[in-house]
């Protein structure tokens, strides 16, 4: 017997319980794995604290729609000069979701205005998500002003085929 009316807060706990036992189930209903894309692996790994390293840029994509580091995904690195953005580098992340270098470093690593290309329609086309065509994202700038070369920043990116979210953290 229920004591005090319902309200809507009180459905919140139950409504994300009975939301994970249904992703639970429709995961568990889906494990036939001769039909199943290749799905990402997870981290295999703890991360490296980096306490004492020199001021730098690194990033991290992470793959909140399979729950998985972003690994093998393509990254443009440019920054703005005279009103255009000319291209810096370019790489792939590693199986952890991270670049294997911080994308600038030292001599590299300067004030300026910065853009991160993320080939977002590339990773998950490579990873055979079902999706539609044309894709929601296809590739994604994130842009960010370094002000003090002397700090550290890292990009933390989550991303699915619809959504992305990026912070500075250090």
Same mark, same amino acid.
């Given at each position: 017997?229920?004591?005090?009316?319902?309200?809507?807060?009180? !459905? $919140?706990?139950?409504? $994300?319980?009975?939301?994970?036992?249904?992703? /639970?189930?429709?995961?568990?209903?889906?494990?036939?794995?001769?039909?199943?894309?290749?799905?990402?692996?997870?981290?295999?790994?703890?991360?490296?604290? /980096?306490?004492?390293?020199?001021?730098?840029?690194?990033?991290?994509?992470?793959?909140?729609?399979?729950?998985?580091?972003?690994?093998?995904?393509?990254?443009?690195?440019?920054?703005?000069?005279?009103?255009?953005?000319?291209?810096?580098?370019?790489? /792939?992340?590693?199986?952890?979701?991270?670049?294997?270098?911080?994308?600038? $470093?030292?001599?590299?690593?300067?004030?300026?205005?910065?853009?991160?290309?993320?080939?977002?329609?590339?990773? !998950?086309?490579?990873?055979?998500?079902? $999706?539609?065509?044309?894709? !929601?994202?296809?590739?994604?700038?994130?842009? !960010?002003?370094?002000?003090?070369? /002397?700090?550290?920043?890292?990009?933390?990116?989550?991303?699915?085929?619809?959504?992305?979210?990026?912070?500075?953290?250090?």
């Amino acid at each position: 017997m229920i004591d005090k009316p319902l309200s809507r807060r009180s !459905f $919140l706990p139950t409504s $994300l319980a009975l939301g994970g036992l249904g992703l /639970q189930l429709a995961s568990a209903g889906n494990a036939h794995a001769a039909d199943a894309p290749a799905m990402p692996a997870g981290l295999t790994t703890a991360p490296v604290s /980096q306490a004492e390293l020199s001021p730098r840029l690194t990033m991290h994509a992470i793959d909140i729609f399979h729950g998985t580091p972003g690994a093998a995904m393509k990254v443009d690195l440019s920054v703005l000069e005279n009103g255009a953005y000319r291209p810096i580098k370019s790489i /792939q992340t590693s199986p952890n979701g991270r670049p294997t270098d911080p994308l600038l $470093l030292e001599s590299t690593y300067k004030a300026g205005r910065y853009e991160v290309l993320l080939h977002i329609d590339e990773y !998950f086309s490579r990873l055979d998500t079902p $999706l539609p065509k044309p894709t !929601f994202l296809s590739t994604v700038p994130l842009r !960010f002003v370094v002000r003090n070369p /002397q700090d550290r920043i890292h990009l933390a990116i989550l991303f699915t085929p619809w959504s992305y979210s990026y912070y500075r953290g250090s």
